[in-house]
């Protein structure tokens, strides 16, 4: 089982659409697949059609009361689940510091393992800041993908993260970047796509251009090729995941 992350300290960046179309191709293609909503707001969850009932508090399943697989829900879609998060994730810092010793155990690679008796893939869908939740997931996963806007504040949050990486000693080369909501009409996204900054060398190479089609997920309240495949960012998204697929050959 290969585990995965996208994570942005900056919201509007198209962090859960990526994790959202990434889960849906990664499932398409045949491989099981579960996604993890760890965003108390909820939206890959609300795109998924999923929602959290009283038993994913997190008190609940760090402490062990409720087995993590009991929180596991179907999509509409096959080979993917989803484990939903709810409201009650706001709380999900404070018991992670309880349970897990102030972070001397890393519960979620623990809770994390088990699901490799059913699935080839987790995808972690991060809350955007830097806490003891997101530094477990930055632990556990085997790669972390930031989606970022080619703009310099969004290149900001990524030095940042690449920063906080290595001054926890978390091997930087894990992260990769790739770029979203690309407008080739703005001079400053044209310039950044033609001369990316050395920070990231280790980028992915497809970019996810910006389409209002991207928000009818809302509408359907499903990933984009699931009622688009045929779209340019469906496919930018198609060529993504191939990029993902990639990389993490190079991993093993």
Same mark, same amino acid.
């Given at each position: 089982?290969?585990?995965?992350?996208?994570?942005?300290?900056?919201?509007?960046?198209?962090?859960?659409?990526?994790?959202?179309?990434?889960?849906?191709?990664?499932?398409?293609?045949?491989?099981?697949?579960?996604?993890?909503?760890?965003?108390?707001?909820?939206?890959?969850?609300?795109?998924?059609?999923?929602?959290?009932?009283?038993?994913?508090?997190?008190?609940?399943?760090?402490?062990?009361?409720?087995?993590?697989?009991?929180?596991?829900?179907?999509? /509409?879609?096959?080979?993917?689940? @989803? #484990? !939903?998060?709810?409201? %009650?994730? =706001?709380? *999900? $810092? +404070?018991?992670?510091?309880?349970?897990?010793?102030?972070?001397?155990?890393?519960?979620?690679?623990?809770?994390?393992?088990?699901?490799?008796?059913?699935?080839?893939?987790?995808?972690?869908?991060?809350?955007?800041?830097?806490?003891?939740?997101?530094?477990?997931?930055?632990?556990?996963? /085997?790669?972390?993908?930031?989606? @970022? #806007? !080619?703009?310099?504040? %969004?290149? =900001?949050? *990524? $030095? +940042?993260?690449?920063?906080?990486?290595?001054?926890?000693?978390?091997?930087?080369?894990?992260?990769?970047?790739?770029?979203?909501?690309?407008?080739?009409?703005?001079?400053?996204?044209?310039?950044?796509?033609?001369?990316?900054?050395?920070?990231?060398?280790?980028?992915?190479?497809?970019?996810?251009?910006?389409?209002?089609?991207?928000?009818?997920?809302?509408?359907?309240?499903?990933?984009?090729?699931?009622?688009?495949?045929?779209?340019?960012?469906?496919?930018?998204?198609?060529?993504?995941?191939?990029?993902?697929?990639?990389?993490?050959?190079?991993?093993?």
């Amino acid at each position: 089982m290969e585990t995965i992350a996208f994570f942005n300290l900056k919201g509007g960046v198209g962090k859960t659409t990526s994790a959202v179309n990434i889960a849906w191709h990664a499932a398409n293609s045949g491989i099981p697949t579960l996604l993890w909503d760890l965003d108390p707001q909820g939206a890959a969850s609300w795109l998924l059609k999923s929602k959290a009932k009283n038993k994913n508090e997190p008190k609940r399943f760090l402490s062990g009361k409720t087995p993590i697989g009991d929180l596991v829900k179907s999509t /509409d879609f096959t080979n993917l689940d @989803i #484990i !939903p998060a709810g409201f %009650s994730y =706001r709380h *999900f $810092e +404070q018991q992670l510091a309880t349970e897990s010793d102030q972070g001397k155990r890393n519960l979620i690679a623990k809770l994390i393992e088990p699901f490799g008796e059913n699935y080839a893939l987790v995808i972690l869908d991060c809350p955007p800041s830097f806490s003891l939740l997101t530094e477990q997931v930055f632990d556990t996963a /085997d790669c972390l993908f930031v989606p @970022i #806007i !080619p703009t310099y504040l %969004s290149l =900001r949050t *990524f $030095e +940042q993260t690449y920063d906080f990486f290595k001054q926890h000693k978390l091997k930087p080369k894990r992260l990769h970047a790739f770029f979203t909501m690309v407008d080739k009409r703005r001079s400053l996204h044209k310039i950044m796509i033609e001369h990316p900054p050395s920070m990231l060398k280790n980028r992915l190479p497809t970019i996810i251009p910006y389409a209002a089609i991207v928000e009818r997920m809302g509408d359907y309240r499903a990933p984009l090729p699931a009622f688009d495949a045929n779209s340019i960012v469906s496919k930018a998204y198609l060529q993504l995941w191939q990029d993902i697929k990639q990389t993490l050959s190079e991993f093993r």
